[in-house]
């Protein structure tokens, strides 16, 4: 790619003006990432990959404490596989990669890089569970996987992404079924704790759900621009895939039965929504829990004065620094304060503060919010105290913010024609009511280009009319056009 195209952007275009345009200047500006010399991959760059990296902490922490463990499995899938679960193929055969050739001689038989992992951990899980002793099999990898997609999005939808995937394996339905929702609830609560981003759990339609599972459940979240992403999803599999890979195991009876397996995973695409809920046309804004730097130092004040004031911003630092504080500090003397504030703020870093000759006489600082704005003054002397709470209350009410433009942003629909209306002119959610056909959901797309997003498990209303074919509602499904 020529270097003039890969230079940062200078300014913001308004998110009221092209959204998606808003979004490749913020990843760009605030150097997330940059692109790759292979089509549809992308480099994630230290920012962005700390995000992850919390990511990843935060949730390992809570797969252990549920049972589970960490292995790996290959990059390289044999062809003959994906014919073991004659739908699972069929969903995923037109973003598979193949390796027909190694070492100058054609293979045997071509090798499929990872698009997910359940044929291959199938396919090992056969080999190791034998007795009801084997069971449950916990495990969990943290790994990329390969989808060759026809368009692309950086960190949204890339043929390479980054990942954790769980595959476990039970003796009863019961079990699996409880172990798919239990990872559902510890991708809601990590979403909404850390990323802020409020969602909405419940139950993929039959035409959304997983390729291979009996169900799917998902967690979704609006974007500024009234889109919807999936966050995260968790598959009960039933026994479609220990069948097609003869996962059996010897009961207590010694009775040969089948197992019941699940899957679920979250991956890099969280990094869209954290970008795409919180950003506004300042740039980036970040929720402290996640944020690489939680507070930016910036001494400020005459030359005569500097030496005072960046010795004792060096020491606030490392005040900051022993507490726990994921802290950095400009002291350069070659760019303005005005630039590093906008430059800080672009990035999104929660809190800046600010110390200068008036600052040190008074034995305080001056911070300021990134996701409000608001200036604060604080005794230096309290500063250890303070900034937590103020990172807290920050996370918070980002979390609120969210929540608030969820709301002003969800509608709902008694005919096609309202939710259509809504869908085009509004942009939003959309609950409505469906009866269960195949058909009715698909004229909901035709019409409009909003798909179902999932039948939620608390909606805030009981529709009584299919918004299709005026029939009875078997449930009610939230829609929208998504990424």
């Not at 704005?373 to 500063?383: A, I, N, Q, S, T």
Request: charge should be negative.
């Amino acid at each position: 790619m020529a270097k003039d195209k890969k230079a940062f952007v200078k300014e913001i275009t308004p998110q009221s003006e092209d959204f998606s345009r808003w979004y490749l200047d913020v990843i760009q500006k605030a150097d997330l990432m940059d692109y790759s010399p292979v089509r549809g991959c992308i480099v994630f760059k230290p920012d962005s990959y700390e995000i992850w990296e919390t990511c990843q902490r935060e949730l390992d922490k809570e797969f252990k404490r549920t049972g589970h463990r960490n292995a790996y499995f290959p990059l390289f899938i044999p062809e003959s596989f994906f014919q073991k679960e004659k739908e699972h193929v069929e969903g995923f055969n037109p973003e598979l990669p193949w390796v027909t050739e190694a070492a100058g001689e054609k293979l045997e038989e071509r090798l499929a890089v990872r698009p997910t992992s359940e044929t291959m951990i199938g396919h090992m899980y056969a080999q190791w569970i034998q007795s009801y002793r084997d069971l449950p099999l916990l495990l969990n990898q943290w790994a990329n996987v390969v989808r060759w997609e026809k368009r692309t999005l950086p960190f949204l939808r890339t043929s390479e992404f980054l990942w954790q995937e769980g595959h476990t394996a039970h003796a009863t339905e019961e079990e699996a079924r409880q172990e798919t929702l239990q990872m559902l609830d510890i991708y809601t609560s990590f979403v909404e704790d850390f990323l802020a981003v409020p969602v909405i759990r419940g139950q993929k339609t039959p035409s959304e759900k997983f390729a291979g599972a009996v169900d799917t459940y998902s967690i979704e979240a609006i974007m500024k621009d009234g889109k919807a992403l999936q966050a995260g999803t968790s598959h009960y599999l039933g026994q479609n895939f220990a069948k097609g890979f003869e996962i059996q195991y010897l009961d207590k009876d010694n009775q040969l039965k089948y197992v019941y397996t699940t899957s679920w995973g979250i991956s890099t695409r969280l990094l869209g929504a954290l970008i795409m809920v919180h950003g506004d046309d300042r740039g980036l804004s970040l929720p402290p829990k996640v944020a690489p730097t939680q507070v930016m130092i910036i001494p400020i004040g005459p030359q005569k004065a500097r030496e005072a004031v960046v010795e004792a911003a060096n020491g606030l630092f490392q005040t900051l620094q022993n507490a726990g504080i994921r802290v950095r500090m400009d002291a350069r003397d070659d760019v303005s304060p005005g630039w590093k504030f906008n430059e800080y703020e672009m990035r999104g870093i929660p809190v800046r503060l600010e110390i200068g000759p008036r600052d040190l006489e008074n034995r305080q600082v001056v911070l300021v919010r990134r996701d409000n704005g608001e200036k604060l003054f604080v005794p230096m002397d309290e500063l250890t105290e303070a900034l937590p709470k103020l990172l807290d209350d920050i996370q918070q009410s980002m979390f609120e913010a969210a929540k608030q433009f969820r709301a002003e942003h969800s509608y709902s629909a008694t005919s096609l024609e309202e939710l259509t209306t809504y869908i085009n002119e509004k942009r939003g959610f959309v609950l409505a009511g469906w009866c269960g056909d195949d058909q009715c959901e698909r004229a909901i797309k035709d019409a409009c280009g909003a798909t179902s997003r999932n039948i939620p498990f608390d909606p805030p209303a009981k529709p009584e009319q299919c918004v299709t074919c005026g029939k009875s509602a078997a449930h009610a499904v939230w829609y929208a056009k998504s990424y």
